[in-house]
Nanobody, 122 residues
Framework: QVQLVESGGGLVQAGGSLRLSCAASGRTLSSYVMHWFRQAPGKEREFVAAINWSGRRTYYVSSVKGRFTISRDNAKNTVYLQMNSLKPEDTAVYYC???????????????WGQGTQVTVSS
């Protein structure tokens, strides 16, 4: 299995930006579809974005379209989530997840990171 470690979370004011990173070890990410999920206090975990193995296909939940951008660098075995125009409702623990790429994305990826906290103040 691939091991994933997120970084880049923190406290930011509404309207600000953060860039999350997800570094992988144990396996090369080039054959995996990579995901970002988030979980706010008292809420279920929510799909945020995904990117296929080549980076040519991306998927987003409607609430982040136009504000968040998922990207990957397979040479660095790293996936990113650029978050702009952040809102207080984006406050959550953000998780990186990986699943073997068989087309599309999944709500039940095989491998998960430990999460990184993002807090957006109003």
């Amino acid at each position: 299995q691939v091991q994933l470690v997120e970084s880049g979370g923190g406290l930011v004011q509404a309207g600000g930006s953060l860039r999350l990173s997800c570094a992988a070890s144990g396996r090369t990410l080039s054959s995996y579809v990579m995901h970002w999920f988030r979980q706010a206090p008292g809420k279920e975990r929510e799909f945020v974005a995904a990117i296929n193995w080549s980076g040519r296909r991306t998927y987003y939940v409607s609430s982040v379209k136009g504000r968040f951008t998922i990207s990957r660098d397979n040479a660095k075995n790293t996936v990113y989530l650029q978050m702009n125009s952040l809102k207080p409702e984006d406050t959550a623990v953000y998780y990186c997840a990986a699943h073997p790429d068989s087309g599309g994305y999944t709500y039940t990826p095989q491998s998960w990171g430990q999460g990184t906290q993002v807090t957006v103040s109003s």
